[in-house]
């Protein structure tokens, strides 16, 4: 590995380990509804990223700007180039119902 790969290597590692802190505490799952009330807020897709969890991160970016408590049905969706493969994230994005 030469010199430039190697620093671009350690950048995606690096964003990829922002990407995951920024993802702590926030809900993300593949199943259709959890096992508690949700009301769903909408459909949420992040942006074209270079790693999974670059693409999840931008996804559960989306969802909190709309207020959410989570992503419920997330699908990651692999975008391959002439030259790259890039990610998409989307799913529905919930706000949790108050017990009564």
């Known amino acids: 590995m030469d010199r430039k790969q190697k620093k671009e290597f350690e950048a ?3 964003r990829e380990w922002a990407a ?3 993802s702590l505490g926030f809900y993300s799952v593949t199943v259709p509804a959890p096992p508690h009330p949700h009301t769903a807020l909408g459909i949420v897709a ?3 990223r270079q790693s999974v ?4 991160e931008s996804m559960q970016s989306e969802a909190r700007g709309l207020g959410a408590d989570g992503v419920l049905g ?3 969706v692999p975008d ?3 030259f790259s493969t890039h990610f998409v994230a989307y799913g529905t994005a919930v706000r949790w119902t108050p017990s009564e």
């Open 12 to 14: 995606r590692q690096e």
């Open 20 to 22: 995951r802190e920024a």
């Open 46 to 48: 992040g942006y074209r």
């Open 53 to 56: 969890m670059e693409a999840v």
């Open 74 to 76: 997330v699908s990651i």
């Open 80 to 82: 391959v180039g002439q």
